[in-house]
């Protein structure tokens, strides 16, 4: 996918969270009893955020999502960052969340160094996906952290 235009690069991230999804989900036949249960919130999760994402790309005004990014994006292809494939296969739930919190943070960085490059409403709209996705990293780990403390 080339992503040309703020609208390319959120249909990119909602991609990436559904790719997040079934990664997990593959992973899960190979999971013990609480990586399983860990799996199973954070599958939910991912399919959660690329429905909120989608909510961005059709909600936000057409002048930002016709930003052109490809400036920035030939310079910093998230391309580079192939959607995930986690290799959850006897990690256990402290190892599974490091490698989300990995996977996050290059979606993250993306619209964090954007952010430097866009202007007005798309520069809002970037704003609000980037609080978006640290947000729901914060909250994927404190939910993390609570299974393990039961």
């Given at each position: 996918?080339?992503?040309?235009?703020l609208h390319d690069l959120?249909?990119?991230?909602?991609?990436?969270?559904?790719?997040?999804?079934?990664s997990l989900q593959?992973?899960?036949?190979h999971a013990g009893e609480r990586e399983r249960l860990l799996l199973e919130y954070l599958i939910g999760?991912?399919?959660?955020?690329?429905?909120?994402?989608n909510r961005y790309g059709e909600n936000a005004r057409a002048t930002a999502l016709n930003t052109w990014v490809s400036a920035y994006t030939e310079q910093y292809p998230p391309e580079?960052?192939?959607?995930?494939v986690l290799d959850i296969k006897g990690k256990d739930t402290a190892a599974i969340m490091a490698d989300v919190q990995q996977q996050h943070d290059r979606v993250i960085n993306i619209y964090r160094h954007l952010?430097?490059?866009?202007?007005?409403?798309?520069?809002?709209?970037?704003?609000?996906?980037l609080q978006l996705e640290t947000?729901?990293?914060?909250?994927?780990?404190q939910s993390a952290n609570r299974l393990e403390d039961i």
């Open positions: 996918m080339s992503n040309k235009t959120i249909m990119w991230t909602e991609e990436f969270h559904l790719g997040m999804s079934r593959m992973g899960s036949v999760h991912e399919q959660e955020l690329a429905q909120l994402v580079k960052y192939s959607l995930p952010k430097d490059f866009v202007e007005s409403s798309a520069n809002e709209l970037v704003s609000d996906l947000r729901e990293m914060l909250r994927i780990s």
